[in-house]
Structure formats: C-alpha cells, structure tokens
C-alpha cells in the first residue's frame, strides 16, 4: 500500500504544472472524443492558458523561478527560427494555412519550447514528473484503445483521434517503460507490473497498424545498444542492458516469424509487408515519396529562401488549404529554404554534445531523451507537419536538463541504482 508521502507525491503530481502542461501536449489525441463534447472550450486552448497561469504562479509567487543562461541561449535559437518564419509571410503565396501555422508556431509551438526548457528542465523533480504523466496518460489511451478494438474490430477512433497519433503517445509510455525496466532496480512485483504494462502498450501499437511509429520505436532503442558496448580502458565493457535488448530483440524476431506462419500477423506487420509486396509499396507510402519527390522541387525553385510558410499545398495543390510534405526537412527546405534548415539544425546542434558527453557516462537520463528524441524525429520525417510534431519540440526543450545538471551529477543521480558494466 502506498504510504501518505507517496499519496501525497502522486496527488501534487495530478495537480501539478506538468499536469496542466501534459493534458496541454497532448490535448490532439483526445480533445476530439464525443465523451468530452459537453466541454466549452477547445482542450489545446483551455489548458494552454491553464498551464501559462501555472507557469506564471511558479515564476511570481511560488518558487521565483529563475532563468538558466542555457535556457536563454536556447529560447533565442528558437525565437530566431520563429523569427524567420514569421518574415516568410512577406514572399508565400499562401493566406490562409499561412497564417494559421505562422500563428502556432508563435504561440502552441513556442509555449511549448519554453515550458519543457525553463520550467520541466529546471529539476529532476519536474522532468521524473512529467515523465511519470506521459505513461500515465499513455496507458489512459492504452485501456481506452482496448475497449475501442473489442467494440469496434480496431483502433481508428481512440479517444476521438487517429491511429497514427495513438501509437505516437503510447510509443513515447514505452520508450520510458523500457528504460526502467532495463536500468533501475526494483522488487520483482514492480519489474512484473512494469512488464505487464509495456507489453500491453507494444499489443496495442502492433494492432493499431501505424508503421512509422512502430519502426521508430525499435530504432529509438539503438542508443542503448551502441553507448552499452564499446572499448573501454583498453578492454571491451558490455553493459548488461544490452543482452537483455539482444535477447528481446530475439524472442520478439521468433515470435513474429511464428505469427507470419500461422498468418496471424498485426496488423502493423501487415502493413509494412505491404511495402515489399504491393508494387509501388502501396498507396500510402507511394504518396508519400510522390511528395518527396515534389517537395525537393519546390525546394530548388527558391533554394536559400524557400517559398514561405504555407506555400506547400498551393504549389501542389493550387489550393490554400491544410497540406504538407509529411516530412519536417523537406517541409521546412520547400518553405523555409536552406536558412530554415540550418536554423532548425542550430536547435539540434545546441545540445547535441552535452547529450554525446552524458551518454558516454551512460547516464540514465541522457539515454532516455535520446531515445525520446530519436523516436519523434523518425516520426516527424514521415508524418505531420511542423506544429503537429511539437512532441518532438517538447522532448528538444527538455533535454536542456542535461545540459544543466551534467557536470554537476545531478543527471546521474540514479546511477548507483543502474545495473553496472559486465
């Protein structure tokens, strides 16, 4: 039974700053469901505003919360970006679509990047929180998802949102299941329970049928095989997560080579053996490479430019409506041209050593949003558009942790409890 500390942490955390801004993250996969219809005002709305007056009481009266130079350094960049994306409104041909993501981009996109930068990043207390919230919400969409596929034969209405945006949250619930199952100690029970529940997150993404998370949630572990065996002091250190991945990874081949037999398959499966079986790779993906394909034309017609924010669907189109590449580089490289796409690189490169450093220390938290990172970038190169993928942007702004409490050991502050190099 929990203690009343434990209750206490767990009822701070439901009503908490990371709450507010979780439900506001989040808000597109579930603000849709007709359960929630009665609700006045839009979900992203309600709880962006909720979660900038929570923002503003950490700030003025609660904690005084002061501004890290790293994160200064950091909002800049992306201001820049905004910046510039905003200029491009004087040379787009576009109006309408135009202005509605030049409008998020400053607003929806921003808060995001300096929330998750100033305020999740600021302690370990905040990020483990808003951590444990995105499993939490994440296994909410899991039960909802169940229900969804025994009374409806699938998985394309959970919570009023789509597939795609579904396996997107419950990916991300894996990738931090994952970790602490691999790396922190804890009784059998709780390895048990934590078991259960990433399996039963992993059947639900397998049945859902989105590819691209799929594969970006086995790419995103690539970091732990890579940091985990490599030459150290002259002798080769093989961290024991590694054999775990190695021997899951095996079971989980043999196991899928069973249901491919028995032709049973998920559907996930089934749709990326779509790819090798249909000519053109099917309809989905052949459209997505015809707009790649059209995308790096629109580029080279104004390379250092672009064409301006919201310019992609008039050019493909000829209509102003909502359309994009499904690709962020080629989305921003056809609209923002070459000095959009090394503005966006600068935000990466900004943390990208820290990460590299802490990584090699194979520090727990490091790890994590690197994977985190990999899993929404994979994402956002074959779905949505710039502001859809501002989960990719809340997991950029919070990897500033790192850059803030590295040296000083705090990111590492559960490594004793982490399994050692074998």
Known sequence: MLNLNGMRRILNGLLSFEMCFTLFLFAGSYKANPSLAWFPIDFTLFFFGLSIFSGLNIFIWKEKLKVNIKDL???????????????TLLWTPGTVYAREKVFFVCTILSWTIAATTIIISSTLERLKRFLFLCVLFGTWMSVEGLFVNVNKGGFTDVLGGNYIEFSRVLGLAAIILTYILLFIKRNKWTKFFIAFLLLFMLFNILN?????????????????????????????????????????????????????????????????????????????AATRL?????????????????????????????MDIKNYPHNIILELGSELGLIGIILF??????????????????????????????????NSLISGDINENRYYFAFLG?????????????????????????
């Open 208 to 284: 859902a049928g989105a590819r691209g998370p799929l594969l970006a949630l086995i790419i995103s572990l690539f970091p732990i095989l890579f940091y985990g065996s490599f030459i150290r002091n002259r002798s080769f250190k093989l961290h024991v997560s590694v054999i775990y991945v190695a021997a899951a990874s095996f079971i989980g081949m043999l196991y899928i080579g069973l249901l491919y037999f028995t032709n049973n398959l998920p559907t996930a499966l089934l749709r990326i053996m779509v790819i090798f079986q249909e000519q053109g790779m099917g309809a989905s």
């Open 73 to 87: 350094k950091f909002i800049l960049l992306f201001s820049v970006f905004a910046g510039y994306v905003l200029l």
């Open 290 to 318: 015809e707009y790649y394909n059209q995308s790096l034309l629109y580029w080279k017609e104004n390379l250092l430019f672009g064409n301006g924010i919201g310019a992609w669907p008039l050019l493909h189109d000829g």
């Open 345 to 378: 690189v600068f935000l990466h490169l900004y943390i990208i050593r820290d990460l590299h450093a802490a990584n090699k220390s194979f520090s727990f938290f490091s790890l994590l949003l690197t994977s985190i990172l990999i899993f929404y970038f994979i």
């Open 398 to 422: 919070v990897s500033i942790f790192v850059m803030k409490n590295f040296k000083q050991k705090v990111i590492i502050e559960n490594q004793n409890n982490m399994r050692e190099f074998q």
